[in-house]
């Protein structure tokens, strides 16, 4: 009787720390953000043909991963 209640108490404590668990991550995920800008290299200017010659220096590429 003893041994067989301690399991149950065991079962209920695993049970109750998986609900935490999981509700706590439900609700707060985990988001990361990563950002990047990057200077246009020659051939990459190449490419915009309607980009005068003196704002070539104005332009440059965004890149950004999200992970959720």
Do not use: C, H, W
Request: proline residues 1%.
């Amino acid at each position: 009787m003893n041994k067989s209640r301690f399991i149950v108490v065991l079962l209920l404590v695993f049970l109750v720390a998986g609900i935490g668990t999981y509700t706590y991550y439900r609700f707060n995920p985990i988001i990361n953000i990563n950002t990047k800008i990057i200077e246009l290299d020659e051939k990459t200017q190449e490419n915009y043909n309607n980009i005068d010659k003196s704002q070539k220096n104005n332009y440059k590429k965004l890149e950004f991963t999200l992970n959720i």
